[in-house]
C-alpha cells in the first residue's frame, strides 16, 4: 500500500528508527514505491527489512549523526520517526529523565534535518516529522514526549519557511497506532480493541497506513505541500461530555417530563 501514482525510483529515503513499528512500516512503503531505503537506529532489527539498508547510529550524537549523512551520495528524503517514551508521571521521574525524551523526540529530528540539510537541498527534497496527537492535547503520563512532539510540530512549520523552495518540510500527527509494542500501551488483545473502539473508524492505525501518508507527502503529487501537518488519527477522539451529558443522546434530546399544573419539571 503507497500513494497512489508515488514513483520514488532514483531517490534514495532516510528513515530514522525504522527497523520496528511504525519506522518499518515506513520503510516498507519507500521500497514499494522504488525507492533506495536506508534505516537507522542504534540497534540492528530484529527482522529482515526487505529491500532496506541499516546503518547504526545514535540519533543524540551530533557528530556520529554527520558522519552517517556524510557517508551518503544523495538524501532525497529524511524522515524523523525516531522517538518515544515510557510511561512516567512527571512526579515519577527527575528533570534529567524528561529532558532525555525531549532530546530523542525534538533534539534529535533537529540534529538529522541539520545533517542532511545540504544533501536535501541539492534533490529539491522533502522532511516528514513523524508528530504525535500528544502534541495537540494533554498527555497524562508522557508529559515530557507530548511537550517535544508539540515543539516538532512547530520546528517543521519554521524549517519549511527558512529552508524553502528547496526542501519541503511537513508533519504526520499521528493517532493510535498498533504495534508489536501495543500491549505495554493498551494490554492484552481485549485492551487494544477496546482502545481501538474509541476512535472514530474503529480500529488502532496500522504501520503500513502510515508509511502511505508519508510516501505522498514525499511524492510530487504533495510538491506545493509545505509547513503542514496531516492528521492521522481515524477521526480523532470522542469528546468525553458527550457521554457524561444527559441530553441528545443517539441524536435525540431528553426532555423533563412536566408534572403538576404549576409548570413543575421533573
Not at 1 to 10: I, K, P, Q
Not at 130 to 148: D, E, N, Q
Not at 232 to 248: I, K, S
Request: with cysteine; proline share 5%.
Amino acid at each position: 500500500m503507497t500513494a497512489v501514482g508515488a514513483d520514488l525510483s532514483g531517490r534514495t529515503a532516510v528513515v530514522t528508527g525504522g527497523t520496528r513499528g511504525v519506522g518499518a512500516g515506513i520503510a516498507d512503503a519507500f521500497v514499494r514505491a522504488g525507492a533506495r531505503v536506508v534505516v537507522c537506529a542504534r540497534r540492528p532489527p530484529e527482522r529482515p527489512l526487505p529491500g532496506c539498508e541499516f546503518l547504526p547510529v545514535d540519533l543524540r550524537d551530533a557528530t556520529a549523526v554527520q558522519d552517517l549523512f556524510a557517508r551518503l551520495d544523495r538524501v532525497d528524503v529524511l524522515v524523523n520517526n525516531a522517538g518515544g517514551t515510557p510511561y512516567r508521571l512527571l512526579g515519577d521521574s527527575d528533570a534529567e529523565r524528561h529532558a532525555r525524551v525531549i532530546e530523542l523526540n525534538l533534539t534529535a529530528p533537529l540534529t538529522a534535518s541539520l545533517a542532511a540539510r545540504e544533501q536535501l537541498a541539492a534533490a529539491h527534497g522533502s522532511i516528514v516529522m513523524i508528530g504525535s496527537v500528544s502534541g495537540t492535547r494533554p498527555s497524562p503520563g508522557s508529559a515530557a514526549y507530548g511537550a517535544a512532539k508539540a515543539g516538532l510540530e512547530n520546528l517543521a512549520r519554521s524549517m519549511a519557511v527558512e529552508w524553502a523552495p528547496g526542501i519541503r518540510v511537513n508533519t504526520l500527527v499521528l493517532g493510535m497506532v498498533r504495534t508489536e509494542l501495543s500491549a505495554l500501551h493498551y494490554g492484552d488483545e481485549a485492551g487494544i480493541a477496546a482502545v481501538g473502539a474509541t476512535v472514530p473508524l474503529g480500529r488502532l492505525a496500522e504501520p503500513r497506513e502510515i508509511g502511505a501518508a508519508a510516501v505522498f507527502l514525499a511524492s510530487d503529487a504533495a510538491s506545493y505541500i509545505t509547513g503542514a501537518s496531516l492528521l492521522l488519527h481515524g477521526g480523532g477522539e470522542r469528546p468525553a461530555f458527550l457521554d457524561a451529558a444527559t441530553v441528545n443522546k443517539n441524536g435525540r434530546r431528553e426532555r423533563p417530563t412536566r408534572t403538576g399544573g404549576k409548570g413543575g419539571v421533573t
